[in-house]
């Protein structure tokens, strides 16, 4: 089945560092890509969102390509600050399937 | 935007007692809503999906005696753990969407931890 790989946590940043959250995905037909960010004590939030490949979805800073030839949705953001502290879930959805999830990575930055 | 609330947040019981988790869509009307379980350092795994005035649809795997899900309104999705024993001590999260809001359109609450003693 569908399925979604993702780096382990947690990332520890220092502010204004580069950011990289490695995603990369198994499917049958060909997804919706996702990037969900949960900051503490909230649900999660839709961060970004890619439909076909070679698409890219950005928001706040964060971007991420969807790659076919990888299989991969790989969340970037150049400069990080304390606020983007949070957990990052990758996921993919077939058609009008259920999401699926990768298991989370945390982000920790600091000042 | 649209907002999603689980109440409690967090749960402390008795083993074989029963816990009820809500969800509740508080400036739209969901009508389907769904329910997911996460284990530490685990995906979220989707339980059950409910759809309003409707019989929830359940994952594989997933006791619907166990968990029971009532979705009675618009704005309203519960779930209760039925004789809750230590192994069902999870993070559970609901999310919730509307018809009008397109395929891929989820809001999810904050999550309600359960432990079970």
């Known amino acids: 089945g569908d399925s979604v790989t993702q780096m382990e946590g947690p990332v520890t940043l220092s502010e204004e560092a580069f950011l990289t959250i490695n995603c990369t995905y198994t499917a049958t037909g060909y997804p919706s890509l996702f990037w969900y960010v949960q900051y503490p004590g909230e649900g999660l939030q839709l961060l970004l969102k890619?439909?076909?490949?070679?698409d890219k979805g950005s928001n706040k800073g964060f971007e991420a390509t969807y790659r076919k030839e990888t299989t991969s949705f790989h969340l970037e953001k150049g400069s990080v600050q304390v606020s983007d502290s949070a957990v990052y879930f990758c996921a993919l959805r077939s058609g009008f399937q259920k999401l699926v999830f990768g298991t989370g990575t945390r982000l920790l930055v600091s000042p | 935007g649209a907002v999603v609330s689980q109440h409690p947040s967090w749960v402390i019981c008795k083993s074989g007692t029963s816990v009820k988790i809500e969800c509740r869509s508080l400036d739209f009307q969901a009508t389907t809503m769904f329910w997911y379980r996460q284990f530490p350092k685990q995906s979220l795994m989707l339980m059950a999906t409910?759809?309003?005035?409707?019989?929830?649809?359940?994952e594989q795997g997933v006791e619907k005696d166990k968990f029971l899900i009532n979705h009675a309104s618009l704005t309203l999705s519960t779930l209760t753990v039925t004789s809750a024993h230590p192994e069902d001590s999870s993070f559970y999260i609901c999310?919730?969407?509307?018809?009008?809001?397109?395929?891929?359109?989820?809001?999810f609450g904050a999550g309600s931890r359960l432990t079970v003693l």
């Open positions: 999310s919730a969407t509307s018809s009008g809001s397109g395929a891929n359109v989820l809001t």
């Open positions: 890619a439909t076909k490949a070679d």
């Open positions: 409910s759809n309003e005035g409707s019989k929830a649809t359940y």
